[in-house]
């Protein structure tokens, strides 16, 4: 009978430990997501756009030696500014010059050959046959001899333009070839940003009208500095689908702008469509979801902070926005960040930006 009760008694406390425990944890579980809430608006024919960027020199070239030979001197260092004809490094010159040296002694003997035997032709001593071979026993040391100086000139290496010493890629007293980068040197001042643009906004570039678009580098929040369009890719990225898209801009004279500073481009855009499209709703794409039952969103009941789904029909798309044709009316609360994490009925806290 003891070990009955002792039984009883053990399984009572395991209830009683494991019913505190289920409302404990229940207590826990209850949790309140952080989400971004968005007023539902009307849509306008002016769109903003904020894109990543990386700049670019506007002019980048590896500068190489046009010779093989070893590098006698390299005069400048990485970060080094350089204006055009500076020169860049030199390679040891006794072999070139010995070369043109040699040439030298042949071309002076076949033009003292080639002297003489035009005035044999002249007295018709000897036949035009020997004559037109002294000729071109001429030409062809003559072409050496120039080929000889063009070597010795291309030991010196210069600077083809102003601007700044990116990349060193040799040393001194090393060989290199001609196909060899010496360093990378690339223009200061004005410059390119590059972003990638997804392929949905480059379908509709004919339909926008650029307003305004400027580039702000992380170094340097403070300034935007005007940006026009220079290029894009023709053909989009498989993986991303994603456009690369350059934007020229010059920085003020007070900053310095190196290529792989990062930043962003910031751009103004107005859609050149049909007046019916203007004022339809829109909200962000991040804000739409999608099931088996359709595309829906998240909207918001303020007064309680919880989610009810709200199933709607989507409409055409440009940038980051998506027209709604039917579910949601203006003024309506929904979710804008922080979606794909919710529930039916899930208590939600606003998010701050």
């Known amino acids: 009978m003891n070990s009955i009760k002792n039984m009883l008694l053990s399984t009572a406390i395991i209830g009683v430990l494991f019913g505190c425990g289920t409302e404990e944890v229940a207590e826990q579980v209850e949790v309140i997501r952080p989400a971004k809430l968005i007023e539902v608006k009307a849509s306008s024919n002016i769109k903003h756009f904020s894109f990543p960027a990386v700049v670019e020199a506007l002019h980048s070239k590896e500068l190489n030696f046009q010779v ?53 032709l002249k007295d018709k001593v000897i036949a035009r046959n020997d004559y037109e071979q002294r000729l071109t026993e001429l030409n062809i040391v003559t072409a050496q001899l120039d080929s000889a100086r063009k070597d010795l000139e291309d030991t010196v290496l210069l600077s083809p333009f102003d601007g700044v010493v990116a990349l060193k890629h040799a040393k001194e007293l090393q060989t290199v070839t001609p196909s060899q980068a010496i360093i990378t040197l690339q223009t200061e001042g004005a410059a390119e940003a590059l972003v990638k643009i997804p392929a949905s906004l480059i379908s509709h570039s004919k339909k926008i009208e650029p307003i305004k678009t400027v580039v702000i580098v992380d170094a340097a929040t403070q300034y935007e500095m005007a940006a026009e369009f220079v290029e894009a890719s023709a053909i989009a990225d498989e993986k991303s689908q994603t456009f690369d898209v350059k934007f020229g801009f010059t920085p003020p004279e007070d900053l310095r702008i190196l290529p792989g500073m990062t930043g962003i481009v910031k751009s103004s855009l107005k859609l050149i469509t049909d007046a019916s499209v203007v004022g339809q709703i829109a909200v962000p794409l991040s804000a739409v979801l999608s099931d088996s039952d359709g595309q829906f969103v998240w909207a918001v009941n303020i007064e309680s902070m919880t989610v009810t789904r709200k199933n709607i029909e989507v409409g055409t798309s440009i940038g980051q926005t998506l027209t709604i044709e039917s579910g949601l009316v203006e003024g309506e609360t929904i979710v804008g960040a922080g979606a794909s994490y919710l529930n039916e009925g899930m208590k939600i806290r606003r998010l701050e930006n």
């Open 68 to 120: 093989s030979g070893q590098i006698e001197v390299l005069k400048v260092r990485a970060g080094q500014e350089v204006k055009q004809g500076d020169v860049i490094a030199t390679l040891v010159k006794r072999n070139f010059k010995n070369k043109v040296q040699t040439a030298q002694t042949q071309f002076d003997a076949a033009k003292r050959d080639f002297e003489r035997a035009k005035r044999l």
